[in-house]
T-cell receptor, first 115, second 113 residues
Framework: GQQLNQSPQSMFIQEGEDVSMNCTSS?????WLWYKQDPGEGPVLLIA?????ELTSNGRLTAQFGITRKDSFLNISASIPSDVGIYFC???????????????FGRGTQLTVWP | DSGVTQTPKHLITATGQRVTLRCSPR?????VYWYQQSLDQGLQFLIQ???????AKGNILERFSAQQFPDLHSELNLSSLELGDSALYFC????????????FGPGTRLTVT
């Protein structure tokens, strides 16, 4: 099946620092999604990307759809304690140009922010 | 709050038993997806329903089944439970059958003892 490789697996940063994480795939994706999951909660959709090269922001979060369509990046600027959680990249598979809906998820990047 | 509701929040049961997990999608969403999250496998797609019909199947065991009712709520039935079925089960919904933007519920934590 599809594999999405996320790195790094974990990050320990100080409040106020910027964060970068990425996700790569061996297959082309037509859509990239970034989710955040807090302990004991469901994943929350942060950003959706639909076009190669697209750069989209949501507050302090910025995500980019890689030109090759095989990768995506998420940046968090000026981190705060509530940014703590697991960040997942995800993408739907396509069949003959049609998005099938099921999402493949990376294994996540665990972010810890020290005050 | 995503608008997707799941019950129960926690479920503890014994091996061999059968349980039913329930999900109500966001208002207006016709697609419902079930995912399993475990430490070793991560988030794995199980099955999708769109407007009452099964649309896609993933890594769902034969002991598991699901359905979507006319009011669009969905149930995931897990039978002959094994210790390895202990996991978080999430329901997500979207407005389109191929909807990429899926909104997740809070999950049901299943513990099989």
């Amino acid at each position: 099946g599809q594999q999405l490789n996320q790195s790094p697996q974990s990050m320990f940063i100080q409040e106020g620092e910027d964060v970068s994480m990425n996700c790569t795939s061996s297959s082309i994706f037509n859509t990239w999604l970034w989710y955040k999951q807090d302990p004991g909660e469901g994943p929350v959709l942060l950003i959706a990307l639909y076009k190669a090269g697209e750069l989209t922001s949501n507050g302090r979060l910025t995500a980019q759809f890689g030109i090759t369509r095989k990768d995506s990046f998420l940046n968090i600027s000026a981190s705060i304690p509530s940014d703590v959680g697991i960040y997942f990249c995800a993408g739907p598979i396509s069949d003959r140009g049609s998005t099938l809906g099921r999402l493949y998820f990376g294994r996540g990047t665990q972010l810890t922010v020290w005050p | 709050d995503s608008g997707v509701t799941q019950t129960p929040k926690h479920l503890i049961t014994a091996t061999g038993q059968r349980v039913t997990l329930r999900c109500s999608p966001r208002s207006g969403d016709l697609s419902v997806y079930w995912y399993q999250q475990s430490l070793d496998q991560g988030l794995q797609f199980l099955i999708q329903y769109y407007n009452g019909e099964e649309r896609a199947k993933g890594n769902i065991l034969e002991r598991f089944s699901a359905q979507q009712f006319p009011d669009l709520h969905s149930e995931l039935n897990l039978s002959s439970l094994e210790l390895g079925d202990s996991a978080l089960y999430f329901c997500a919904s979207s407005s389109q059958p191929g909807g990429s933007e899926q909104y997740f519920g809070p999950g049901t934590r299943l513990t099989v003892t």
